[in-house]
């Protein structure tokens, strides 16, 4: 049975088709749309009316993509919206833009609903996933962490930490200066104190757009494949010398350099990035398996 979702996040839009067969998913398309609805949430709490008009193009792009390529399809769309909505006073009003604009009637997840989504979608598109994974879920308004294996969800926390929310309130500007970056990794460390590491041994895994677009650069791609991004082990040490690179040029050189896979991201690469060094060091984790999945596709697997 073909299923389609959309995830609408702080900082990305992204639409999944997918089969859907005995609890298995198929990834038969993915789209990608960076409309930054989140710009300016966290110090005001209110959704920006040009940000909302981006959101709003995105999704009706979706739906001209469903309507002609996939019909019958968009009828049945689960959308999902977090962070950013989430925090946001005018949220009901957005979500009725929505409605009105699309006709599609939003689900909007809670923290712990957005944890335990991802869980399901990251290991969705991974092999051998029985032994404990600690995965974590670096959003643009929130990050996710969420503990357990193919058998049982154990703890799941969603954090107000985010690459579009710590770029606003630490690093505006780039190149940062260096209390400032200082003041990211502090608050990071701050808030990972709540979290408990996990007694038994595990893996790590990473999701969303920090994650994949500097694996995706590292493997030297020339395009997004999810197929060869899923299952890569992304290291410590590369992640750091991307931060050593990203604190020394401004986020216009980062998307000069990176255009495939960091265009509309260069302002924010930098603090998704120390906020997952500083969660990996937390974890002990010298490394990081990517995976592609996320809320889209764990939306489908609870719900379709």
Same mark, same amino acid.
């Given at each position: 049975?073909?299923?389609?979702?959309?995830?609408?996040?702080?900082?990305?839009?992204?639409?999944?088709?997918?089969?859907?067969?005995?609890?298995?998913?198929?990834?038969?398309?993915?789209?990608?749309?960076?409309?930054?609805?989140?710009?300016?949430?966290?110090?005001?709490?209110?959704?920006?009316?040009?940000?909302?008009?981006?959101?709003?193009?995105?999704?009706?792009?979706?739906?001209?993509?469903?309507?002609?390529?996939?019909?019958?399809?968009?009828?049945?769309?689960?959308?999902?919206?977090?962070?950013?909505?989430?925090?946001?006073?005018?949220?009901?009003?957005?979500?009725?833009?929505?409605?009105?604009?699309?006709?599609?009637?939003?689900?909007?997840?809670?923290?712990?609903?957005?944890?335990?989504?991802?869980?399901?979608?990251?290991?969705?598109?991974?092999?051998?996933?029985?032994?404990?994974?600690?995965?974590?879920?670096?959003?643009?308004?929130?990050?996710?962490?969420?503990?357990?294996?193919?058998?049982?969800?154990?703890?799941?926390?969603?954090?107000?930490?985010?690459?579009?929310?710590?770029?606003?309130?630490?690093?505006?500007?780039?190149?940062? +200066?260096? @209390?400032?970056? /200082?003041?990211?990794? &502090? #608050?990071? $460390?701050?808030?990972?104190?709540? =979290?408990?590491?996990?007694? !038994?041994?595990?893996?790590?895994?990473?999701?969303?757009?920090?994650?994949?677009?500097?694996?995706?650069? +590292?493997? @030297?791609?020339? /395009?997004?494949?999810? &197929? #060869?991004? $899923?299952?890569?082990?992304?290291? =410590?040490?590369?992640?750091? !010398?991307?931060?050593?690179?990203?604190?020394?040029?401004?986020?216009?050189?980062?998307?000069?350099?990176?255009?495939?896979?960091?265009?509309?991201?260069?302002?924010?690469?930098?603090?998704?990035?120390?906020?997952?060094?500083?969660?990996?060091?937390?974890?002990?984790?010298?490394?990081?398996?990517?995976?592609?999945?996320?809320?889209?596709?764990?939306?489908?697997?609870?719900?379709?």
């Amino acid at each position: 049975m073909m299923r389609s979702s959309i995830d609408i996040g702080t900082n990305s839009v992204l639409l999944l088709v997918a089969e859907l067969t005995n609890g298995r998913l198929r990834v038969v398309d993915e789209r990608q749309r960076i409309p930054r609805l989140g710009r300016g949430v966290d110090k005001d709490r209110t959704l920006q009316e040009e940000s909302r008009k981006r959101v709003l193009e995105a999704l009706s792009d979706y739906r001209s993509i469903l309507d002609s390529e996939y019909p019958g399809l968009s009828g049945d769309t689960i959308v999902t919206a977090t962070s950013a909505v989430r925090d946001a006073a005018n949220r009901d009003q957005f979500l009725k833009e929505i409605k009105e604009s699309t006709g599609w009637e939003v689900k909007l997840l809670s923290g712990e609903e957005e944890a335990q989504t991802t869980f399901r979608g990251a290991l969705s598109v991974l092999s051998q996933t029985e032994s404990s994974s600690l995965i974590i879920d670096i959003g643009g308004g929130s990050t996710e962490f969420v503990n357990g294996d193919r058998a049982e969800l154990k703890t799941a926390r969603s954090l107000d930490m985010g690459s579009v929310r710590f770029s606003e309130r630490f690093i505006p500007n780039q190149p940062p +200066e260096t @209390g400032s970056v /200082e003041a990211l990794r &502090s #608050e990071v $460390n701050r808030m990972l104190r709540d =979290l408990i590491i996990p007694a !038994e041994p595990f893996r790590m895994i990473g999701v969303a757009g920090t994650v994949t677009s500097i694996a995706a650069i +590292e493997m @030297g791609l020339k /395009e997004y494949r999810a &197929s #060869e991004i $899923n299952g890569y082990h992304l290291s =410590l040490r590369t992640i750091q !010398e991307k931060i050593t690179e990203f604190l020394m040029i401004t986020s216009e050189e980062i998307e000069e350099r990176y255009p495939i896979f960091l265009k509309g991201r260069g302002d924010v690469i930098l603090a998704g990035l120390l906020i997952l060094e500083e969660s990996m060091k937390w974890a002990g984790a010298e490394e990081i398996v990517v995976s592609t999945g996320g809320i889209r596709h764990g939306i489908l697997l609870v719900e379709g």
